[in-house]
């Protein structure tokens, strides 16, 4: 999903997508790092990922680690590639760059699954709580590979901004999504270990308020998602369709 966001964005904003490919599968390795490590016993301790055993079943925690780390490394050594500037201004390099640590560090991804682990096990957290952690460890990667797209095609600051806000609002709600899925789906159908948060005792939307409400609260976000889109009518409808295509996993 994340690089057929970069690809759409770019896409639209250039009619083409070869140049940005890199880019996505940077962002992808990024993220295939980030299941890597959750997947770890320390973590969340999971068997099943994408209908496989999860790296650490097959491979031991130590290169499971080690196959996480070397992805991030490798994701930043695509990115920062000097071949990029036959394609794309230096600065516009630069500011994607900086928003791969910002949107992957302890402000965005590391940021939100380090309060996921703080906040395990506690009898009550707010809905603030939860949003913080939803908007950081989901969104962010989802908002990377927006603002990527944007950055590189060339995008105003003021379609920047509304892609940003776009992401945020599709990463929480495809975060709701997900926590759905693993309490009414099963590990056949995701691929996945289903009651998750229950296992490791995570609040979610559904845990605070049940499944009708976090159903709504997932279709509220998306339509969040698409409003900051209208300014630019037709110009990002493929990630209207995007955004309402997401929540079809739940219908």
Do not use: W
């Not at 650490?56 to 780390?69: F, I, S």
């Amino acid at each position: 999903m994340r690089p057929i966001l970069i690809l759409s964005v770019y896409n639209a904003l250039t009619g083409e997508e070869s140049k940005i490919i890199p880019f996505g599968c940077a962002l992808e390795m990024i993220h295939t790092y980030s299941l890597i490590h959750d997947d770890l016993p320390i973590m969340d301790n999971s068997d099943l990922r994408r209908g496989k055993p999860t790296c650490h079943k097959v491979y031991g925690d130590d290169m499971a680690l080690l196959a996480g780390d070397a992805l991030i490394s490798l994701a930043f050594e695509i990115i920062s590639d000097p071949s990029n500037l036959k394609n794309f201004p230096p600065d516009k390099i630069l500011n994607v760059v900086y928003d791969f640590g910002v949107y992957t560090g302890i402000k965005g991804l590391v940021g939100g699954q380090v309060m996921d682990i703080v906040t395990s096990g506690m009898d009550t957290i707010d809905k603030d709580t939860i949003l913080y952690i939803e908007k950081k460890k989901t969104a962010s990667l989802i908002t990377l590979a927006v603002r990527t797209g944007a950055i590189l095609g060339g995008s105003s600051e003021e379609e920047i901004s509304a892609i940003t806000n776009f992401g945020i609002n599709l990463g929480i709600s495809y975060q709701i999504i997900d926590d759905i899925l693993d309490v009414v789906s099963t590990p056949e159908v995701l691929g996945k270990d289903t009651n998750q948060d229950k296992k490791n005792r995570k609040a979610t939307f559904v845990s605070l308020y049940g499944m009708d409400v976090a159903k709504k609260m997932a279709e509220e976000y998306v339509q969040k998602a698409i409003d900051y889109l209208i300014p630019f009518k037709d110009k990002y409808s493929v990630l209207a369709e995007i955004a309402k295509f997401s929540l079809k996993r739940i219908k």
